[in-house]
């Protein structure tokens, strides 16, 4: 692997790493997404990233569970290959928003303990509801603005 690309690996490793991931998991994530072939056998990966085969086995199963990769089989070939999936975040924002809903009613609970005590003593749970309120009721619709502008992307090309 050549420098800069070394180094955009890397860098996605350490956005993966910030996040809460394995940064092994960032690497093989960032490799899928520029290699040429796009899909890779866990051997391949191995090599490309430098890590060990028991590593690429715990993190691609990581990143299929995540729906960030997906298994690619070849006809005529007996390897597993595997792939990034483009829509894999687009679903992890979609799995945060049932988050962000399942978070109310805790919330609601909480304030509901803390009723009849003052607004400073309430005031952090209470902008904690809402900012998950919030996100809860715009995600869907920013995601569907996203699908729409790709679908418009999508038509534009075919023309």
């Known amino acids: 692997m050549d420098a800069p690309l070394a180094q955009y690996v890397e860098d996605v490793a350490l956005f993966f790493e910030a996040g809460g991931l394995p940064r ?3 690497r093989i994530f ?7 072939p796009p899909h890779r056998t866990a051997a391949e990966l191995a ?8 590593s690429i086995s715990t993190m691609t199963r990581l990143l299929l569970n995540a729906g960030l ?9 007996r390897a597993t290959y ?7 975040f687009e679903r992890r924002f979609e799995a945060s928003t049932a988050t962000l809903g399942a978070f109310l009613p805790i919330a609601d609970r909480g ?25 809860h009721e715009e995600m869907p619709r920013l995601l569907e603005k996203w699908r729409r502008q790709q679908k418009k992307k ?4 075919t023309r």
């Open 30 to 36: 960032a490799y899928l997404l520029v290699s040429d």
């Open 111 to 135: 304030l509901a303990l803390l009723k009849g005590e003052s607004a400073e003593r309430r005031r952090p749970l209470r902008e904690l509801r809402e900012l998950h309120a919030f996100f």
């Open 154 to 157: 999508a038509k534009g090309k």
């Open 82 to 88: 595997f792939c990034a999936d483009s829509t894999g």
């Open 24 to 26: 092994i998991a960032g």
């Open 69 to 77: 990769i997906e298994r690619v089989a070849i006809p005529g070939e």
């Open 47 to 54: 090599e490309a990233i430098g890590a060990s085969k028991g």
